[in-house]
């Protein structure tokens, strides 16, 4: 790699499924109720989204291609449904909640938008098999001392107490999400802020077109 290459720009980025805006603002009105631990960091709304590939760190000059590579193609909304009982990662000390999700339709999107960030040299597929989930909550983690004292640094995810219950009738019937989006992840000290950098919307009956 050149040092010109190692110079230039970097965005952190992801393609992601959306949701319909109606299950998003029920799924928010789920997590106030749910998430009713202290130790329990809620998802924020405009997060709640299926990620179907994430690239990391690539340079910002390449962001039209990728979009390219990823969305480039006639698409149909998947059909969606969604689990009712949260799912606890990992089981035994989870860090973080997620709803699990049946949907054929979205698994062969992925494999789709996959297949053709690899052929493009943008992505390297994970060895585990693709999982269509939302992430609805991260679990604080603890605080320890270092040595001497003198820095606090995170530990452990804390123990939860009050796991969050099963989703309302309402959210589990069948929806279609409404597009792909690549998105720019900017690394906050309160989080990460999402920037939409190009979408796919996705017609029901139709095929979508990249805006």
Partial sequence: MTKERLKSPRARLFVALDLP????????AWQRKELSD??????????????????DYQPEKDIGRIAEAAM?????APLVRLLPDPVPVPRSRPRLYAIDSESGET???????????????????EKRPFWPHLTV???????RESRGGRRSRW??????????GPLPE????????????L????????????????????PPGGSGKVT
């Fill in 137 to 143: 909550a991260r679990v604080r983690q603890e605080r």
């Fill in 155 to 164: 530990g452990r995810p804390m123990r939860v107490e009050i796991p969050p």
């Fill in 107 to 125: 698994v062969a999107l992925q494999a789709e938008v996959e297949r053709r960030l690899v052929e493009a040299r943008f992505y390297t597929p």
């Fill in 38 to 55: 202290e130790v329990l960091r809620p998802s924020r709304p405009e997060t709640l989204h299926m990620t179907l590939a994430f690239l």
């Fill in 21 to 28: 805006e109606a299950v998003r603002a029920g799924l928010a």
């Fill in 170 to 181: 309402a959210l589990l019937d069948p929806f279609k999400a409404v597009r792909i989006t």
């Fill in 72 to 76: 480039g193609f006639e698409a149909r």
């Fill in 183 to 202: 998105y720019r992840s900017h690394l906050r000290p309160t989080g990460a802020e999402y920037e939409s950098v190009a979408q796919l919307e996705l």
